[in-house]
Each structure stands twice: as structure tokens, then as C-alpha cells.
């Protein structure tokens, strides 16, 4: 029946397609190698650590850019979010207890992403469009909230937060905890939830599903505020991090999303694409961040870098579909 | 130069291909006259497309040889093909639905223009090139805005603005009613006589005989013989292509229709699309049959009673109850089943398996109250289905393009059977499918009716109709024309009311 790993690794060529197929795997693994072997401080816990703490905010929006891309839509707005939120938690925390203010967040980052679901689910706007529009939307009223400055956190709810996102537990830094619990949380959504059957269906043909009698703009709008509240849950973990909410946070992080998302072998026209993929995205990118900055290499060539890998990832994608 | 000393223009000879390690053409051979219509049959994944496709360079042979006019060619690409004269129309259509039609048709010499684009002579020219063709077509429209016969018309128009040698039409004729596709033939002739080869492929085996000179015949990457078209007939054809006696390609059914209708539609009207006034009723257990040209719409009733289309009025009745069904999530709600004419756009998901594919449709029944899909209850109710739809494939994870069009059809059918639809609406089931898959396909449709299921079929293929319903409908200008029982069933009857005339009296 079905054709299991062994049969795949039973011939030299299975071998090459198991590689293609698990490409990000692979490619994460030998990054992970190659840094391991160019620098010593690599593999010390402080640096590792600190590599996780770096990728979780970003890390969190990425499943809430896959849920889109999935839809074959995309959410720009995501960056600004994590600013206009960050400010919001921010300002929350000093004023109501710790829970009500990470709730509340999480629950005005739900109602901002409704507004691009519904605009693309019941207005028929494109995603790009709707989207950008909520972009400089968030990102003013950020500015606006903080009259441009951080705001830092001054109660005890703010402290307990700071401490939260800067500590570990068993070695693994909480927020990156937060980040793990939600690739595994989506995992489960995807594979076993009739909500990601249903999102990876809409993606596929939309037409189809929708004359399978699923509610198809339901769906695209409930994925646009799954993306708001987990912006809203990268900027608690964000803001927390660094004690402040600024509306400088998140800036350019919805491509960076987008980018690991596509670097976890999604397509961009939806239908395609699985959260440990989109994990393994968002560390590739991590890591070359991180190695590329242990060998201080500046930041502008880092930059040709991870475009370079992105190039690189989705051209050995295109074997896959071969 | 022109090698005199043979009768043939193309010559194709021990063409073999892989792709990987399947072997798809093996020694294949094709030889094709000038001025003639030659056809070539094979059931879906014979290597049909794949032969054609090595004449216009989308896929390079493995081995044999190519000879056009006495000369050895090897294609690299579409564009030497067209060099050479070889015009393909691929079944896909491949138009930009942006341009306009002129801009289509002149497509490749757009590239290869200068600066400035002579707009108003193109123009000109892809209108006089339409007209000769007889169809009634605006060379300036965008193409977005046609129906998808006229898509396919201009995709004709496309492959003969170039001096053509050869010309190839894959399935030309699966969108148009009989009308169209006579006026199609009608071109074809004239290009004959032109001295133009033709190699037209077709699963309608009528078809072949109303129109080509000699046939070539394809099972399983191997060619299983050529012959004159004079020197055989359809049970020679079938034999040759399923290795195989058929017996019968419209099995019988038996079949106790119930008496009270499973659903009754009083005065439907569309909202935006030209359906007006419609009533029927389909009983448990029947086959109703819904016939009408091109446009005459019937996709767009079958649709408007889903709650694809927006109503306007009228009234639906399921078991005796009135139902609402504005959208097609109530449709579905209400156990009623919609298999798309156009599969590839709105009928499965191809890029997902098997499984997606016919779970998608049933997640009430697969998923507990969070919305947590029971895997083990999904694998038996799906590998359940691909056992009872005999759908040809390793296992229930293979993706859905992987498959031949007629067990596509079936995965798009398994959907609604799986959630145990009450009426069934199946828009042309067979088209695209191979003769093997057809007869599977309407001993399905029999088994569905068998279980009481009111099953609504429309097409386009009148034998097919003829074949499988019980009784037909007949669609004109967006309303039910007439009503033809089982003793009135003829292509003649089916086409005088699909064109607005009564029936001939008996005298």
C-alpha cells in the first residue's frame, strides 16, 4: 500500500527523493552541522538560547502566515500587528492585572485580524491589498498609542513577564516553549482537525470546495484572525523580552514570516505547506542569522545571505514536484 | 526537399519513452498522410497525449525517429514545432484569459513582432480567420468573457493561424453540442481537402467513424494496430483498445423506481443567468436525464437547485418537505450532491489525495465534537469507497492529479456517496473518460439509483443519455423545453426540442 520510509531509502534513487522530500529537514540539519563546525561558541547553551529567544516572536506569526498561505491568501499586516499589539500589552499591563491584559491582547489581535477576514472572506478583497492596508493601519495607531516612544512596563504583572520570557525551563527559554507548543498545536490542527483539512482543501481549489458545501468564507475569515491573535501572542512574547512596547517592534517580520514559511516548502497559491515544515523555516533562517553574526559578518551582506537560501530552498522544492 | 519515394508527411517509428521508470511508449509507430483525417484512439494513460506531445516538443522520445516530409526532425520545443507546421490543440485549454481573442490567436507573433504592434490588422485577421471557421465569435472580446466553447474555438483559430502541415486536436469536441461539432467537422473537411494532415484524438468513437480516413490505435504505451477506417467498425475499434469483448456500454439497469418524488422543484428562477420557469421532479431510484445545446443552461439549473446560483424564485421540495437552499452548504446540508461538468476547476482537489478528496464532504461523520478527525473510521469509509468505485490506484494517499480522468470522476462522485446523498446531480460524468472507465462509471450511477438515490445527469453525448436515463428532460433557452420518454428517446427528438422546435407528428 502505502510507501513507507524504508521502501524510499531501499534504492540510491529513493534516497535522493527522501532528501528532496524532506529538503528543510535537511537543509536545517546541515546548517546546523556546518555552524557546529566553523565556530566553537555555536554550541554553548547561551548561544543556542539566545538563537530561540530571537526566532519565537517571529517563529509564532509564521503559523499564522502558514494558516493564510494555506487559504492561498497572505497576511502583510502581521509586523505592524506585533507593534500596535506590543504597545497595547504594554500599555495594559499598567493599568489591569497580568491575565486580563495578555487576554485582552490576545483577543484585540483576534478583532484586528477579522478586519483583513472579513474584508478578503465577505468584501472580496485581495489578501495583498486588505492586508497592506491593515499594515500601515497597525503601524500608525502604534505610533498614535505610544506617541512615538516605548512604553516600558511598570507593575509587578510586567515584571513577573519580563522574567518569564527571559528564563528557561529544562534549558529551553519559555517564550521558545510558547513557540514549540504552537507548531505542535497547529500540527495537530492540520492533520487531525477537520478546520486544517478544510483551510489545506480551500487553499487547493476553492471553487471545489465551496461546491463541496464547505463554508469557504468562514474559514478564510476565521485564518485572518487565528493570524491576529497569534501576532498578538508574538508581541506579549516580544514586549516581555525586552521589558517595553515600542512601535518600532516588527519591522519587515511579516517577510521574514513569509520567508520561512516558503523556505518550509509551502506554496504560495495555497494548499501545500505543514507547521514543522514552517518550524524548520523559521530556524534555518534563525541559524543563519545567528552564524552568519558569530562570524561577524555584517548585517548588509546577511541580508544577500538569506536571500540567497531562500533561492536556494525553493529551486530543490521544484524537484519535489517533479 | 521532398522525399517522393514515400506516400506518408509524418512518420513516426519505434518512438519509445520513459518517465522514470515507467515505460509510456513503447516501439510505437504512427504514420499520417497528406490530406488526411487519421485518428488517434486509447483508453486515458494509453500514451496518447504523450506521442502527441513528442510530435510538438513538449517531451523529447527516448528512442525512434520522427520524419515530416522526408526529413528526420527532433523538436525541441513548442516553437520548432510550429516552425515546422505542427499546430497542437491540447485538451487544457491555453489561453490568456486577459488578452483578447485576436491577441490570442497572433500570441506567438507577438513576441516576435517589432516595436509596434499593427492592432486594427490583427484584429482584421483573427475576425476573418473566425468567420471561415463559421462561429460567431468578436475577435476584440477578452477572453475571460467567452464561454468555453468559444474558448475552444479560438484555441482552433490559434493552431491554424500559422501555415499548418500538421494539425492535432486533442478531445476537441468534449465541450461542444452537436451543432458546434458539426461545424467543427465541416472545417476539418475543408482542411483535408486542403491537403492538411490531421490526427484527431477522441474517445467518441462515432466520431472517428463520421469523420477519419484511418485510425491508429494505442493500449498501454504499445500501438495495437493502424488501419483504414473503412476496414473496421466500433466493436473492432474497442477490441483493439481494451484488449477486450464489450459486451455492453450502457448496462441495464434494475432498478424499482419509488413512487413519491425524493425532490420536486416548482418555478425556479434564476437571479442572474437565464434559467427561468423550471419544474421537475426526480423519484427515488430514477435516472432523469437533462439534454439541451451549449448555453442552453443546464450546469446553471443543476447549479441554481445546489444554491451555487443566487434564486430569484421558486420553491424546492425534498421528502415532502419544503428546503431552502441558498447556498450550496445548505444543499449539502441537506444530503444533495453535485458533481461538476468541469472536474480539474470545480470538481476535485487535484494537488491533494485521495482521501482528502472524498473525506471532504463528510467530517460530520468522521470527526468527533471538537472537530477531531476519527482516522480509523475515515481510512475504512474511504478505502471502503475506492474498493466499491473500483478506483485504480496504489493507496488511498496517492494525489488525485496522479489519477486517469475517469477514476478522477469517480473520486468526485465518491464524495457524495459517502455521505449518502438523497438527489444526485452529475454534470456530463463521463467526459474526458475513457470507454473502459465510462461503463464503470454508469454501472455506478445504476448502483447509486439502485439505492434509491434520485440521480439528475446532464450531458451533452446523446447516445450516453439515451443510454442511461430513464427519462429526458429537454433544456432551450433557459427553460424545459420538452419531455421525452424512454419510447420517444432519439438523437432526432433530443435535437428538435434542444432547438425549439415539437416533435415530428407520426402520421
Known amino acids: ?138 503601524r500608525g495607531l502604534g505610533f498614535i498609542y505610544s506617541k512615538g516612544s516605548p512604553i516600558t512596563f511598570k507593575t509587578p504583572g510586567g515584571e513577573f513577564m519580563s522574567n518569564f520570557a527571559n528564563n528557561a525551563t529544562i534549558g529551553i527559554p519559555n517564550i521558545a516553549i510558547v513557540f514549540f507548543l504552537i507548531v505542535i498545536l497547529a500540527t495537530i490542527l492540520l492533520r487531525y482537525n477537520v478546520f486544517g483539512r478544510l483551510i489545506i482543501a480551500i487553499g487547493s481549489n476553492e471553487e471545489a470546495s465551496r461546491l463541496s458545501g464547505i463554508k469557504v468564507n468562514k474559514y478564510k475569515f476565521l485564518v485572518y484572525a487565528i493570524s491576529g491573535a497569534l501576532a498578538a501572542t508574538a508581541a506579549v512574547i516580544v514586549a516581555s523580552r525586552t521589558n517595553l512596547g515600542s512601535p518600532n517592534m516588527g519591522m519587515a517580520w511579516e517577510l521574514d514570516a513569509i520567508a520561512a514559511v516558503v523556505i518550509g516548502g509551502a506554496s504560495l497559491n495555497g494548499g501545500k505547506g505543514s507547521a514543522i515544515n514552517t518550524l524548520m523555516g523559521v530556524l534555518i533562517l534563525g541559524l543563519i542569522g545567528n552564524i552568519l553574526n558569530l562570524l561577524n559578518v555584517p548585517s548588509y551582506p546577511q541580508q544577500v545571505v538569506k536571500g540567497a537560501i531562500i533561492i536556494f530552498a525553493v529551486l530543490l522544492q521544484r524537484f519535489e514536484s517533479k | 526537399m521532398k522525399n517522393s519515394d514515400s506516400e506518408y508527411r509524418l512518420e513516426m517509428t519505434g518512438i519509445s519513452k520513459n518517465f522514470g521508470v515507467i515505460s509510456v511508449l513503447e516501439n510505437v509507430n504512427l504514420k499520417v498522410k497528406p490530406g488526411e483525417i487519421h485518428a488517434l484512439l486509447g483508453e486515458n494513460g494509453a500514451g496518447k497525449s504523450t506521442l502527441v506531445k513528442i510530435l510538438s516538443g513538449v517531451h523529447q522520445k527516448d528512442a525512434g525517429k520522427v520524419i515530416l516530409d522526408g526529413e528526420e526532425i527532433n523538436p525541441k520545443n513548442t516553437h520548432d514545432a510550429q516552425v515546422l507546421g505542427i499546430s497542437v490543440v491540447y485538451q487544457e485549454l491555453s489561453l490568456v484569459n486577459d488578452l483578447s481573442v485576436a491577441e490570442n490567436i497572433y500570441l506567438h507573433k507577438l513576441g516576435a513582432s517589432k516595436f509596434w504592434m499593427n492592432w486594427k490588422g490583427m484584429t482584421k485577421d483573427a475576425q476573418e480567420l473566425i468567420d471561415s471557421l463559421g462561429f460567431d465569435i468578436d475577435a476584440s472580446a477578452i477572453v475571460r468573457d467567452l464561454s468555453i466553447v468559444q474558448k475552444q474555438v479560438v484555441e482552433i483559430a490559434k493552431a491554424l493561424s500559422e501555415e499548418t502541415k500538421i494539425l492535432v486536436l486533442d478531445e476537441p469536441t468534449t465541450v461542444f453540442d452537436p451543432t458546434d461539432t458539426k461545424k467543427l467537422f465541416d472545417n476539418l473537411f475543408k482542411l483535408r481537402d486542403k491537403g492538411i494532415s490531421i490526427i484527431y484524438i477522441s474517445h467518441h468513437l462515432d466520431e472517428i467513424f463520421k469523420i477519419a480516413d484511418s485510425v491508429t490505435v494505442l493500449r498501454d504505451g504499445v500501438d495495437t494496430g493502424s488501419m483504414a477506417v473503412s476496414d473496421t467498425n466500433t466493436d473492432g475499434v474497442i477490441r483493439l483498445m481494451i484488449g477486450r469483448e464489450l459486451k455492453d456500454l450502457y448496462p441495464t439497469r434494475d432498478v424499482q423506481i419509488g413512487e413519491v418524488p425524493v425532490l420536486e422543484v416548482k418555478d425556479l428562477t434564476a437571479k442572474d443567468t437565464i434559467v427561468h420557469d423550471i419544474s421537475f421532479s426526480v423519484r427515488p431510484g430514477e435516472v432523469l436525464g437533462i439534454a439541451g445545446l451549449g448555453g442552453s443552461g443546464r450546469t446553471e439549473t443543476a447549479k441554481l437547485v445546489f444554491g451555487a446560483h443566487k434564486k430569484k424564485s421558486g420553491t424546492l421540495i425534498l421528502d415532502g418537505k419544503e428546503i431552502k437552499t441558498m447556498t450550496p452548504v445548505c444543499a449539502v446540508g441537506y444530503q444533495i450532491g453535485f458533481v461538476s461538468e468541469d472536474r480539474k476547476e470545480e470538481g476535485v482537489f487535484l494537488p491533494l489525495s485521495i482521501r482528502r478528496n472524498i473525506s471532504v464532504t463528510d467530517f460530520a461523520g468522521i470527526s468527533g465534537k471538537l472537530g477531531f478527525i476519527n482516522t480509523d473510521t475515515e481510512y475504512k469509509n474511504v478505502l471502503g469507497l475506492i474498493e466499491k468505485l473500483s478506483i485504480k490506484t496504489l493507496s488511498s494517499e496517492v494525489d488525485v492529479k496522479n489519477l486517469s480522468g475517469g477514476n478522477q470522476q469517480k473520486v468526485a462522485l465518491a464524495k457524495w456517496l459517502s455521505i449518502d446523498s438523497k438527489v444526485i446531480f452529475i454534470d456530463e460524468p463521463t467526459r474526458g473518460v475513457d470507454v473502459g472507465a465510462k461503463i464503470e462509471i454508469y454501472n455506478l450511477i445504476n448502483e447509486v439509483a439502485k439505492k434509491g438515490v434520485g440521480v439528475v445527469v446532464i450531458s451533452s453525448d446523446m447516445p450516453e443519455i439515451m443510454g442511461i436515463a430513464d427519462r429526458i428532460l429537454v433544456m432551450y433557452e433557459g427553460t424545459f423545453y420538452g419531455e421525452l420518454t424512454k419510447e420517444e428517446f432519439s438523437e432526432e427528438n433530443i435535437l428538435r426540442y434542444s432547438i425549439g422546435k415539437s416533435l415530428k407528428q407520426v402520421v
Do not use: C, E, H, W
Open chain 1, 1 to 138: 500500500m502505502a510507501f513507507t520510509i524504508k521502501q524510499q531509502l531501499s534504492s540510491p534513487a529513493g534516497v535522493l527523493k527522501f532528501l528532496v522530500k524532506y529538503n528543510t529537514i535537511f537543509i536545517f540539519i546541515l546548517l546546523l552541522v556546518f555552524s557546529a563546525l566553523i565556530s566553537d561558541v555555536f554550541f554553548t547553551s547561551v548561544n543556542l538560547s539566545n538563537l530561540l529567544k530571537q526566532v519565537s516572536g517571529i517563529g509564532v506569526i509564521s503559523i499564522g502566515m502558514l494558516l493564510v498561505i494555506l487559504t492561498g491568501g497572505i497576511d502583510l499586516s502581521v509586523g505592524s500587528m506585533v507593534a500596535l499589539l506590543a504597545v497595547t500589552f504594554a500599555i495594559l499591563v499598567n493599568v489591569v492585572i497580568l491575565p486580563l491584559a495578555i487576554v485582552l491582547t490576545i483577543i484585540i489581535g483576534f478583532a484586528l485580524g477579522s478586519v483583513s477576514g472579513y474584508l478578503v472572506a465577505y468584501q472580496r478583497m485581495a489578501p495583498f491589498v486588505a492586508t497592506l492596508a491593515l499594515m500601515t493601519i497597525a
